[in-house]
């Protein structure tokens, strides 16, 4: 053990007084880290803050993938909501794709427009848009490629085979049909061998038990889409809503998009309201210079996005 000796009167004071001074000096440290800390909340605002101090809405999370073992990466892809509003999933189906360009049109400056290129465009626009308002948006393909797997003898001749485009367009449904969405919303272009020909068009199936909804659908999209190319300073042509086995997509049969079950055919018939809409004809001069650049299928997204809410809103009230 140490040993101990008393303390003198003068180490009494000399240790009392060594003592005062540490107390000090640890009080002088905890104001200074007082200080720093207040300091760094103040200059460091919390993530998300805005500029006026307030903290903003964190940003919606990126695409996840539905079913990633039966589609490939960038097909059938979720958006989750990025703003406030009514619940809702609706799937934007960009019309071909990859392989697929569709039909083209060709701009007075000699440009070629690809319908494949468009039909994306314009479903990215809508899904910003119907995010912001809610809803759940899944998009079949997200990128240039198909969103749906298809053999290594798919393409023949730098073109898509018959049965091919079959497989993919099941695809597309079994996507809407995994998704358990509300709405189908497929975004085409039309052509025409007569390049006078134009307009707006859009394709709903009118003998389903779903009939009813998709063809209030249909019209809800049909009106949007008019508005909005006419405030743009373009009137189309109103084509009206059809039958979609009265148009060139189908080929004089029910669309794979919206039929009901055919056996051999389709055999998953898509489970919710759906439409085909056409805007304009890439084959009229008119029409095409109507969209031919980035404003103009930002408008028709958001004639897509207002026609699908309008549509949702209705549902809501029915």
Excluded: W
């Excluded at 009265?246 to 039929?259: D, I, K, P, R, W």
Aim: charged letters at 20%.
């Amino acid at each position: 053990m140490g040993r101990h000796h008393a303390l003198t009167a003068d180490e009494r004071a000399a240790r009392k007084g060594r003592r005062r001074v540490l107390e000090v000096l640890i009080v002088l440290l905890l104001a200074a880290a007082s200080l720093v800390l207040g300091f760094s909340s103040q200059e460091a605002p919390t993530r998300g803050a805005g500029p006026g101090g307030g903290a903003t809405a964190a940003a919606a999370p990126g695409p996840v993938a539905v079913d990633p073992a039966a589609f490939p990466a960038g097909g059938c892809v979720r958006l989750a909501p990025s703003g406030p509003g009514p619940a809702a999933t609706v799937v934007l189906d960009a019309g071909h794709g990859g392989p697929d360009p569709g039909s083209e049109g060709t701009t007075a400056d000699g440009d070629v427009r690809r319908e494949k290129d468009l039909t994306l465009a314009v479903a990215r626009s809508a899904a910003e848009r119907l995010r912001a308002r809610g809803t759940t948006v899944v998009l079949t393909r997200s990128t240039d490629e198909l969103g749906t797997p298809l053999a290594d003898d798919a393409v023949q001749d730098g073109a898509l085979t018959t049965d091919a485009s079959q497989l993919d367009l099941l695809g597309r449904v079994r996507c809407a049909n995994v998704a358990r969405a509300d709405a189908l919303v497929s975004v085409h272009f039309n052509s025409f061998a007569d390049a006078e020909v134009g307009g707006t068009e859009t394709l709903y199936e009118p003998e389903r038990p779903i009939g009813p909804r998709s063809r209030a659908l249909a019209q809800s999209l049909q009106t949007a889409i008019r508005t909005r190319l006419a405030a743009a300073g373009h009137t189309p042509l109103d084509r009206g809503i059809a039958d979609d086995s009265s148009g060139a997509e189908s080929g004089g049969g029910h669309l794979v998009l919206l039929g009901p079950r055919i056996p051999g055919y389709i055999d998953e018939p898509s489970a919710m309201p759906g439409a085909l809409v056409e805007p304009l004809f890439l084959t009229n001069p008119g029409d095409l210079a109507a969209v031919a650049d980035p404003a103009g299928t930002d408008a028709v997204g958001e004639a897509v996005a207002t026609g699908v809410g309008e549509y949702l809103d209705g549902a809501q009230r029915r």
